[in-house]
């Protein structure tokens, strides 16, 4: 198991009187993608400024390669790690001046600084750029040419806050694809900050859910998207399907809809229950549902077009949403039309419901 490279203890953050991050504790190990996910105004940005150093805690305590941070090490820290920001920061030179900043900073010798340019230039397919100035290109070149300028650095720990929020879909996939590559040929340990949810799955591997200035949730893509910690986290991250419901002869039911067995970790004394399910887990038919999946008939209340998936409320007793590929069904769903919905019941997910 690698090692702790950076660990927080009851680190918060206020302005005046507005506590922006409340106390909270976090470890990352070396070598790992952390995803850091939440609502606009959860305090992401606070909390990542106070990891790289930028920004001073309020109070609590961090650790960063296994040295305390204080005022006499942050500096000899901060010189190992890298930021790139959501807004791209180019100057009026040319790609391969605007990579050297970050090194000129280090002092060091200008023919070193020109070969960690070329090699990292040459690595990252922007050779062709060198020369041109920085200013002349496209968003996504220039969000490339900042995270050159970070990567010659050659941090340990990269620090990522919403890198690709104002870029296209080409774009992103191409810095998303140099993250991976950077974690995976330098072990460098990355968090980054993120509102695209399933960039959060496509690269982390853990995701920390923070509302209201503290986490609320941390585990693999697969615990906080299919097994989140509360209906507030489940709504967050898009499961659609979220009941109140109650045991009843070891059934969970809610509104006569029988979803699931008790699951095993709600044994004991748990009468009232949240149950979640995600939309695309739910298979619709206008003909009846097959094998061992659960399944109701209900209504068709709307459908619509959502780019490539059709989604269809249902209401079977709960009013269900339903998502599917629209060219994979080729049925139209229209208001009033019998339909029949199913799903596996181990996709449906289980809570006490504490509210």
């Known amino acids: 198991m690698s090692e702790d490279i950076l660990t927080v203890r009851g680190l918060a953050k206020s302005y005046s009187k507005k506590e922006v991050v409340r106390p909270l504790d976090l470890s990352v190990k070396k070598g790992e993608i952390l995803a ?25 305590e961090m650790c960063i390669f296994g040295e305390p941070v204080t005022k006499h090490s942050v500096h ?23 990579v050297e900043l970050g090194l000129s900073y280090r002092h060091l010798p200008k023919i070193e600084r020109g070969e960690r340019v070329a090699a990292i230039l040459e690595h990252m397919g922007l050779s062709r750029f060198a020369e041109r100035g920085a200013r002349t290109l496209s968003g996504g070149e220039g969000q490339r040419i900042s995270f050159a300028r970070v990567l010659v650095t050659r941090p340990e720990i990269l620090f990522l806050d919403e890198p ?23 072990k460098t340990t990355i968090i980054i900050n993120t509102h695209d949810q399933a960039q959060g799955q496509r690269l982390a591997d853990r995701i920390a859910v923070m509302m209201d200035g503290t986490f609320v949730q941390i585990g693999s893509a697969d615990e906080v998207f299919y097994h989140p910690i509360s209906g507030k986290v489940a709504k967050f991250v898009g499961i659609q399907n979220i009941f109140t419901g109650h045991v009843r002869d070891g059934e969970v039911v809610s509104s006569q809809v029988s979803f699931c067995q008790v699951p095993v970790s709600l044994a004991g004394n748990v009468q009232n229950v949240q149950i979640m399910l995600r939309a695309e887990d739910i298979a619709l038919s206008k003909t009846g549902i097959t094998g061992d999946r659960r399944s109701v008939s209900g209504v068709v209340i709307s459908s619509a077009r959502s780019g490539a998936f059709l989604e269809v409320s249902v209401n079977a007793g709960c009013l269900f949403t339903v998502i599917v590929p629209f060219r994979q069904t080729g049925d139209v769903y229209a208001p009033g039309e019998r339909v029949w919905i199913g799903w596996r019941s181990d996709v449906v997910h289980v809570i006490p419901d504490t509210s």
Do not use: C, H, Y
């Open 76 to 98: 000899r820290i901060r010189g190992r790690m890298g930021m790139l920001f959501q807004k791209t920061v180019l100057f009026d030179r040319t790609v391969a001046e605007n």
């Open 164 to 186: 690709t929020a104002n870029l296209d879909p080409v774009s992103t996939r191409i810095l998303e694809e140099m993250i991976i590559r950077e974690n995976r040929e330098n």
């Open 36 to 60: 850091i996910i939440g609502p606009s105004g959860a305090g992401k940005s606070t909390l990542m400024r106070m990891m790289d150093t930028i920004e001073p805690p309020s109070q609590g």
